[in-house]
């Protein structure tokens, strides 16, 4: 079973630097997000070994929010080997975050 | 094929499913995008679900539903409905590409807040411009923002944000409010909320890191006001796309803004397609109507499916 990775001030740097990366800028108290968190699990497992799924608690992750200017959540951001490629606001279906993962895979 | 499928899994979605297996329908499935619970979920407080005594957030009101709802048999696929489709038995496009079969078919897909529709919003939407407080409101602590709206939603959640933030401008097109009138005594009570009345939003400017402010539109005079957020409740579309066919027709009668025309059983013109809860013509737009709706669309189904 893929895991998400949970990122923080000391991971999130090194984490996205490789390879295509999808965050999930989320938080507890947040409807919306928990509402994707099932499918952010599924993506996980689903892209093990070909794409890294991760989320950040904004809550307790704010200096990363504030980088990334995040002002609204769920924000979902793909990284490719570093580079901000592209992004997302607010819950959608699994089927739009794979388009994504996969037109980044390529 | 299955007996029944319901589309959306907010309250009307989640209770016609308890409806219709608790009923005897055997192959049930709800299809919601992710996380059944609707959009209650981001509500900061629900104080009007009866039998729910203390005032909860609307993720604490919907916790146990699915449990319940699940309980007798209904099952949950988390996919998205892109189409629905009648032929012999009504068929469902999904998100994936897939198909399925049913013999009957509940459309509990529900709402989602309209844009007033000023110049800036789209640009600035999840960058300033927010729909949900209990979301966003964070983003924006012991920091001003505005609200744009004069219905219960935008009252209540002017509230919740005062609570989080050093000053909300609450700007409403009249100068009365169709709120309930206890709430509107809150918010007049409340010394951070600061009314702007008769106005509307002309345009919301920033630059590439978000909002920066909103110019307002007074009867005629003009207010620049400097705020990075601004949270817009001004009612709510159906989410009706589900019922659109390849020609761009409905696949049963609506009214002029979309909503789907049923009976008191909750059926729509088309035998075996029943609606439920806000997606519906003269829906209250309530948790308890919504609720309501989707055990009485549900108890039509279980009719349906018998006697076909
Ligand atoms: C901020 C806010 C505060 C509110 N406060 C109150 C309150 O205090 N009291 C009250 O009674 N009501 C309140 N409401 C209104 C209440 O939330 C709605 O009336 C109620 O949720 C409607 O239920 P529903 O099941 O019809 O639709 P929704 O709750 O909108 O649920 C529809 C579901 O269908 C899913 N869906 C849509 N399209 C598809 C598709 N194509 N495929 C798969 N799934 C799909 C969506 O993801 C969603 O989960 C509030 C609403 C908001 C936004």
Redesign the pocket.
């Known amino acids: 079973m893929g895991k998400y990775v949970e990122l923080n001030a000391s991971n999130f740097d090194e984490t996205i630097k490789n390879g295509v990366v999808m965050v999930d800028f989320w938080a507890p108290w947040c409807g919306p997000c928990r ?1 994707i968190a099932p499918v952010i699990d599924e993506l996980a497992n689903e892209y093990e070994g070909k794409a890294t799924i991760a989320k950040v608690n904004t809550d307790e992750e704010q200096d990363i929010a504030i980088r990334f200017g995040i002002r609204s959540i769920p924000t979902i951001l793909f990284f490719k080997d570093g580079q901000l490629v592209d992004q997302m606001i607010g ?1 959608a ?1 699994k089927d739009v975050f794979k388009q994504k993962l996969d037109a980044l895979l390529g | 094929m299955l007996d029944l499928a319901i ?9 016609a499913g308890l409806y219709a297996t608790r009923g005897g329908l055997k192959n049930v499935v709800m ?19 009866p039998g729910v005594c203390k005032v909860v957030t ?1 993720m604490e009101l919907m916790e146990c539903w699915p449990e319940q709802c699940m309980r007798f048999g209904l099952k949950h696929e988390m ?4 189409r629905v489709k009648k032929e012999k038995n009504f068929i469902l496009e ?2 994936n590409g897939e198909t399925v079969k049913a013999k009957s078919v509940i459309v ?6 309209k844009r007033a529709g000023f110049e800036g919003e789209d640009e600035f939407l999840g960058r300033g411009v927010s ?4 979301c966003d409101g964070f983003f924006y602590k012991d920091k001003e923002v505005a609200v744009l709206g004069g219905g ?2 935008a009252l ?2 002017s509230l919740y944000l005062a609570n989080i933030c050093s000053k909300v401008y609450l700007i409403h097109r009249r100068d009365q409010f169709r709120a309930a009138p206890a709430t509107v005594q809150r918010v007049k009570n409340n010394p951070k909320i600061e009314f702007i009345l008769n106005a509307k939003v002309k345009k919301a400017y920033g630059n590439n890191m978000g909002l920066e402010g909103v110019i307002i539109d007074q009867q005629g005079k003009e207010i620049d006001l400097k705020v990075p957020g601004l949270f817009v ?1 001004v009612g ?1 579309n159906v ?1 009706n ?2 019922l659109k066919q390849e020609d761009s027709s409905f696949l049963c009668e609506v009214n002029e803004w979309g909503e789907v025309i049923v009976d008191l059983k909750m059926r729509t013109n088309i035998p075996g397609l029943f609606a ?5 013509v003269d ?9 309501a ?2 055990a009485t669309a549900a108890l039509s189904a279980i009719s349906f499916v018998r006697e076909s």
Do not use: H, W
């Open positions: 509402m819950a279906s | 589309v959306g899994g907010g309250p009307a979605g989640l209770t299809y919601e995008k992710g996380m059944p619970g609707g959009q209650i979920t981001q509500s900061s407080e629900v104080e009007n679900y609307g996919k998205e409905v892109k999904l998100g509990a897909t529900g709402s989602t807040p729909t949900c407080a209990t219960d939603t209540e959640e409740f709510m989410n796309s589900v439920a809860g806000d997606i519906r829906a209250s737009k309530q948790v308890v109507c919504a609720a709706d989707g």
